[in-house]
């Protein structure tokens, strides 16, 4: 691969796991005001939910930046994202227009997120990671 390859390789890894990163401190700061927002919108238990959330995306935001366990890490946060924009951006229940709209937008993000995601859960993380210094060499030619 070359440089370039590899700086859009890194780059698309670091932006992609950003969101997930900034959003679990986001969550541990505002532990209360989370659990509340997941409250209301009848999360059970929602503390410890809230938990297992910052677990899942910190573990799996840390994985898919450095690139060590990529595949792994990306499982952890399609196990966040998933049920989390099912559950938390349900735009189709709302009846306001403008905060449907912006459900939607919220939802959509989260498909379009869960897209690269699933990118990276195919090909792993490339050079410069973890995961593709532990890997043979490919041959020239191949």
Do not use: C
């Not at 992609?16 to 005001?33: C, E, Q, T, Y």
């Not at 840390?62 to 938390?88: C, D, E, H, I, K």
């Amino acid at each position: 691969m070359s440089w370039i390859g590899s700086l859009v390789s890194l780059l698309g890894r670091v932006l992609l796991s950003l969101i997930f990163l900034f959003s679990a401190i986001g969550k541990v700061f505002d532990f209360s005001g989370t659990t509340k927002y997941m409250t209301a919108h009848g999360v059970p238990t929602p503390a410890l939910f809230l938990i297992v959330a910052i677990l899942l995306e910190l573990a799996g935001g840390l994985s898919l930046l450095v690139g060590y366990w990529a595949r792994l890490g990306v499982v952890l946060l399609l196990l966040f994202l998933l049920p989390v924009t099912l559950v938390m951006h349900d735009f189709w229940t709302i009846e306001d227009a403008a905060q449907w709209r912006i459900g939607m937008i919220m939802f959509m993000k989260n498909l379009g997120i869960a897209g690269g995601l699933l990118y990276v859960l195919r090909f792993g993380a490339e050079w410069p990671s973890f995961d593709a210094a532990a890997r043979p060499p490919v041959p020239k030619g191949s």
